[in-house]
């Protein structure tokens, strides 16, 4: 069926200052959120408008009803999304429309019937890859061989993910504030604004007191951009914060340099996890220092179930390889003569 079509400037469309697009996105705590979810519902909204140019924004958000949610559903399917894809789409769509039911723009029977989808049921291997030790030192040392003052920040970066598992917005909120030498701890921001100590290893300590050196004292944020003439971007004397992106851009950067294959900074966390859990840290322990709201998060990043699964086969004996000697006057093989 059709998904309603209505032009920005026809009398359905909210005032900007009632869009449930941009209160929902004002209501997001986290900037890599906001980008997330700002581009989801840009997708939904030219699945809704047909126009390849639409933002969500002035979208007629509060008119959908189930009949074109389900059908806003089967279209993202047959575009060949993965389910988590999908699934990540549908929260948006979700949430946009609870904001427009906050609004008062739609009933709270019209917001249940539209917001009445399925996730799609997917069971997939683990995503991403582990960062192997040699990997990580590869890398380091290709920092180590860069004697500008973004080698030395890229060497703490880097052991900083490695030790702390920490996600790269976390990473790049980072304030000098944060960071007690004493301790050996950062005090690290997470989802929603949650707060937790993080723990550095001694060499990520050392890096990150190289690091300081060159960065200074002065308050700000803990990593700042770096101009390609090596002068830290500080306007006014205070270090400037880097961006998420920026982050992954510097490990993928470093990792080429030191030819190793592409990763990203989510990689260094699915490591620093399932370490602590092979290496038999509870799972409690483990869920706190990776600021995970809930264990079922932790766990799937245990990879104990599927290292028994390796050992199990690993007492298989394969034959050895021996041609069959022909039995007189027994039939033949099937299939040979």
């Not at 101009?227 to 914060?241: E, I, M, Q």
Request: with cysteine; charged share 25%; net charge positive.
């Amino acid at each position: 069926m059709e998904l309603p079509v209505v032009p920005v400037s026809s009398p359905g469309v909210v005032a900007p200052a009632d869009d449930p697009y941009l209160v929902y996105l004002d209501a997001l705590t986290s900037p890599e959120s906001r980008r997330t979810m700002r581009g989801c519902l840009d997708r939904v909204a030219r699945v809704i408008s047909g126009d390849q140019a639409a933002t969500g924004a002035g979208q007629p958000w509060h008119l959908l009803r189930y009949e074109h949610t389900v059908r806003i559903r089967a279209i993202i399917i047959e575009q060949g999304w993965s389910p988590a894809h999908v699934n990540k789409h549908l929260v948006a769509l979700r949430r946009v429309l609870r904001e427009a039911w906050r609004l008062g723009l739609m009933t709270a029977e019209d917001y249940h019937r539209a917001t009445d989808l399925p996730p799609l049921a997917h069971t997939r291997l683990p995503a991403g890859q582990h960062v192997p030790p040699e990997v990580a030192g590869a890398a380091l040392a290709a920092c180590d061989h860069d004697d500008s003052p973004a080698g030395v920040r890229d060497g703490a970066l880097l052991a900083l993910l490695y030790s702390t598992g920490c996600r790269r917005a976390e990473v790049a909120a980072l304030a000098l504030g944060d960071y007690d030498v004493a301790a050996r701890s950062l005090r690290v921001r997470g989802k929603r604004d949650k707060e937790r100590l993080v723990y550095l290893t001694a060499e990520a300590v050392a890096r990150t007191e190289a690091w300081l050196v060159v960065r200074g004292r002065a308050p700000g944020a803990l990593f700042c951009p770096i101009s390609r003439a090596g002068r830290l971007r500080a306007p006014g004397g205070t270090p400037a914060a880097m961006t998420g992106q920026a982050v992954a851009d510097i490990v993928t950067r470093r990792l080429a340099a030191a030819g190793a294959a592409p990763r990203t900074p989510h990689d260094f966390r699915r490591t620093f996890i399932g370490e602590l859990l092979d290496a038999g840290v509870d799972l409690a322990t483990t869920q706190a220092l990776a600021g995970h709201a809930s264990p079922v998060t932790t766990a799937r990043y245990d990879r104990r179930p599927e290292a028994r699964r390796r050992q199990a086969v690993d007492r298989l004996r394969m034959p050895a390889a021996r041609p069959l000697r022909p039995v007189p006057g027994a039939p033949a093989e099937p299939g040979h003569p």
